[in-house]
């Protein structure tokens, strides 16, 4: 936690070189754990870059005695900028959702064929390509979302993924009670993952770790984490799709 009687300067104004430098390591970690939710054609840097506008805009707005730290304060204007960047961008290519697509539902297929979850090897098989390819299929899907972009096949004049997906602050209870039978879904839906997936999503999302950190704790390399982060996700929304309706 930064000391903020640190951070004014003679002036008794907040040293902004100063925030920027002290919470930068906030705004990298922020956009790494973001890139991994996202498709390979965004950039880590434009993520940065983003977030670093964010940080500098948190630090001349914010006033102490609002009734909240700077910290929190800024987390929230570093994830805005950095999500203003995606609207603002292609972010989502159509050839991305057709990817995604293709591997869900040979991985359905296969579940209903065989009575279980099948493997790389079996994934491979049944799209008619070498092991190699159907892990690079992985590595493109990256960006997978257990509630995604749009549950149609035609997706022109839908609203943006990013907007769909913001919470809205003036929900209803009855929308609070659905989550929570959906998060039950999903903590059901993890535990039939196999174990090695069960790890990394617990590593990811409860542990908050990025997938660099969660390849050195697995020894395997980051994009490997990033093939079996995709693999997980499919296999959840195969088992989640009925839940959706």
């Given at each position: ?6 951070l004014y300067?003679?002036t008794g104004?907040?040293?902004?070189d100063q ?6 390591p906030l705004v ?5 754990h973001?890139?991994a939710?996202?498709p ?5 840097d ?8 964010g940080?500098?805009d948190?630090v001349?707005?914010?006033e ?13 204007r ?8 995606l609207?603002s961008?292609?972010?989502l ?11 869900e ?9 065989l ?6 090897g079996e994934m491979a098989?049944?799209l008619g ?9 992985l590595q493109?899907?990256r960006g ?7 549950q ?17 602050e003036?929900?209803?209870p009855?929308?609070i ?17 196999p174990e090695?997936e069960q790890m990394?999503m617990?590593?990811?999302y409860e ?7 969660i390849?050195?704790?697995?020894g395997v ?10 693999q997980?996700?499919a ?11």
């Amino acid at each position: 936690m930064v000391k903020t009687a640190n951070l004014y300067n003679a002036t008794g104004k907040l040293d902004r070189d100063q925030y920027v430098e002290q919470y930068a390591p906030l705004v990298k970690r922020m956009a790494h754990h973001m890139l991994a939710k996202l498709p390979a054609s965004v950039q880590l840097d434009d993520l940065i870059q983003a977030g670093l506008i964010g940080l500098m805009d948190a630090v001349s707005r914010f006033e102490e005695g609002q009734g909240a730290q700077f910290e929190t304060y800024a987390t929230q204007r570093i994830r805005g900028a950095m999500l203003d960047e995606l609207r603002s961008g292609d972010w989502l290519p159509r050839g991305l959702r057709k990817t995604q697509r293709t591997i869900e539902n040979a991985m359905q297929r296969l579940e209903h064929r065989l009575g279980r979850i099948p493997n790389e090897g079996e994934m491979a098989k049944e799209l008619g390509v070498k092991l190699e390819e159907y892990q690079e299929m992985l590595q493109s899907a990256r960006g997978y979302q257990l509630i995604y972009f749009d549950q149609n096949d035609d997706d022109d004049g839908s609203d943006p993924f990013l907007d769909r997906n913001i919470a809205d602050e003036d929900s209803n209870p009855i929308d609070i009670l659905g989550d929570e039978r959906f998060r039950g879904a999903v903590i059901q839906a993890i535990e039939n993952l196999p174990e090695r997936e069960q790890m990394l999503m617990g590593l990811y999302y409860e542990q908050e770790l990025n997938f660099r950190e969660i390849a050195a704790i697995l020894g395997v390399t980051e994009s490997r984490v990033c093939q079996l982060h995709s693999q997980a996700i499919a296999r959840m929304r195969v088992r989640l799709r009925d839940w959706q309706g």
